[in-house]
């Protein structure tokens, strides 16, 4: 293939015991990206060019205002906060935008101030890092399923996926895939999220049994850890990042 391939991380994310390997990819990529944004880089003049286009979503600026690095954070989010004004600025002395519908040819993203507020609120430099690389991680599952018997038998005997990368996975395999290997993985994929999301289920009903005073005697079987486990296939959230 033309296009990187990740197979290392790939591959020792499946090695783990864990709800999806998909999150433990990302979450490793989203560490990387904070550290890499809250490092030296935030002094370089490209970089902060990018920051101050993009800003942050705010599930990354909590995690980078974690990172301890203030001063770091205070630079990037004033020059990030200038340009913002400049740019509202100059939409400002503009003219209202006409009704739904008038000049809808003439009207661009760049020129209208209602698109830029929309673009801003849905940018952030550190998911855009993260995406870069992750994409690439879910085209290597495919590849690895496509051209390694291993890996196939160590995708089948997984714990499956949460639902947002059940979902990925899902929606990009025909474009990376087809015939019979298309028709195999999906059969896999499909299995591996039900019977994984039952099973996750059944121990999570058991941990809510137990508080019942009658099983309080009975054993927490593979409940203890059922609401953690239950959050990363309902919400893609591992349980490092509970709290």
Not at 13 to 40: N, R
Not at 155 to 163: A, Y
Not at 202 to 230: T, V
Request: proline residues 4%.
């Amino acid at each position: 293939m033309k296009e990187k391939l990740y197979t290392i991380p790939v591959n020792d994310a499946f090695a783990k015991d864990c709800e999806c390997p998909v999150c433990v990819m990302y979450h490793e990529l989203e560490k990387a990206a904070i550290d890499y944004t809250m490092g030296p880089s935030y002094m370089e003049d490209d970089i902060r060019a990018v920051t101050d286009e993009m800003g942050f979503c705010e599930k990354h600026l909590k995690q980078m205002y974690a990172s301890q690095n203030r001063l770091g954070l205070t630079l990037m989010l004033s020059t990030h906060m200038s340009k913002v004004i400049k740019d509202v600025e100059t939409f400002q002395k503009e003219k209202k935008p006409a009704s739904a519908g008038l000049f809808r040819k003439k009207d661009s993203p760049k020129g209208n101030l209602g698109a830029y507020l929309s673009r801003l609120s849905g940018s952030c430099f550190v998911c855009d890092r993260i995406h870069q690389t992750f994409d690439r991680y879910l085209v290597t599952i495919l590849y690895l399923y496509k051209n390694e018997s291993d890996f196939r038998e160590t995708f089948r005997h997984s714990k499956g996926f949460c639902t947002a990368h059940y979902g990925m996975l899902y929606e990009m395999a025909p474009s990376q895939l087809s015939g019979s290997i298309l028709n195999d993985f999906l059969d896999d994929l499909n299995h591996l999220y039900l019977d994984n999301m039952k099973r996750v289920l059944s121990d999570l009903e058991w941990f809510r049994d137990k508080f019942d005073y009658r099983n309080a005697d009975a054993p927490w079987k593979n409940s203890q850890d059922a609401l953690p486990r239950s959050m990363t296939k309902t919400n893609s959230i591992l349980p490092q990042e509970e709290s």
